[in-house]
């Protein structure tokens, strides 16, 4: 016979490893991790770095180091993607030498795909779901030139099968031109309603690039701390996806969100 400790311990661990994971009918597997980077100061020309696997790793790093070029000039980009935690995360340093014409020049992107399928209560035929996609970080911009400064981001979510998208939403945070954008932090965000069985896509990107002449400091687009995807379920509604990783907490912070629970258990009693 469980004790009271040992149902809660049970419930919880299920919670945890099995929220957003369940059995699947119809199997899917479709997930893409795609990114590019890409830094040259002046005078210098480099290899962009490029990183694109279908149904590969689910998680990669793009880094290109300082270069640094002969005048002084000095470019930097780094971009990853990882499905577990949802996070898209992109730098891009620049700075020019000292005369106009000698520019530093840095770009970025990353993004991911995956087949994402609900699993609703018995019964239930349909559910609301929550997508979002968030970017925080942080820019700022001496001497910059308005060719290729700007960042963007990205937000698609679609029924495969059905007609258009539910939500497509592309979204600039900066445009060098113009000088104007959402800013950061800066969230795109849906209501959708799902149905028992039916495969899903959700795709998101992050971009930002920088090309800065004259300069003294770097400019820079600093979107490592996140753009993180989010996928809100109501009671009972779980999901599987393409990646089999997607939004899975990783085993040491599962670990630590059922200790959590069972002292909240043990103070309760």
């Known amino acids: 016979m469980q004790t009271t400790h040992g149902l809660m311990a049970a419930a919880c661990l299920s919670l945890v490893f099995g929220a957003h994971q369940t059995a699947s009918a119809v199997p899917i597997s479709y997930y893409r991790v795609n990114m590019w980077a890409d830094a040259d100061p002046y005078g ?8 694109d696997e279908t149904e590969g790793a689910t ?16 470019a930097e ?9 949802g996070a898209l995360r992109v730098y891009v340093g620049a700075k020019g030498a000292s005369n106009n014409f000698n520019e530093g020049y840095a770009i970025a992107s990353t993004s991911f795909t995956d087949s994402v399928q609900f ?9 609301d779901v929550a997508v979002s996609f968030t970017v925080e970080g942080i820019y700022e911009l001496f001497q910059a030139s308005n060719s290729t400064t700007g960042a963007d981001a990205s937000l698609w979510f679609h029924k495969v ?23 950061v932090p800066h969230t795109i965000s ?12 959700v795709y998101v990107r992050l971009a930002a690039g920088v090309r800065t002449r004259n300069g003294v400091n770097v400019s820079h687009f600093d979107f490592r701390n996140t753009g993180a995807l989010a996928i809100d379920t109501p009671a ?5 996806s393409g990646s089999g990783v997607l939004l899975i907490p990783e085993p040491a912070t599962a670990v630590l969100v059922v200790f959590g629970a069972l002292a909240v258990v043990v103070r309760r009693e």
């Open 44 to 51: 210098d020309s480099n290899p962009t770095l490029v990183f």
């Open 59 to 74: 998680s990669a790093l793009l880094d290109t180091g300082l270069r640094i070029g002969g005048t002084g000039s000095t």
């Open 77 to 85: 980009a780094a971009a990853s993607a990882d499905l577990t935690s």
């Open 119 to 127: 699993d609703l209560p018995d019964g239930v035929t349909s559910a």
């Open 161 to 183: 099968g059905g007609t258009g998208y539910l939500i497509r939403e592309d979204v600039t945070i900066y445009d060098g031109f113009t000088g104007s954008g959402t800013g």
């Open 190 to 201: 849906g209501v959708f309603t799902v149905e028992q069985g039916s495969e899903y896509r």
């Open 236 to 240: 009972g509604v779980s999901f599987t």
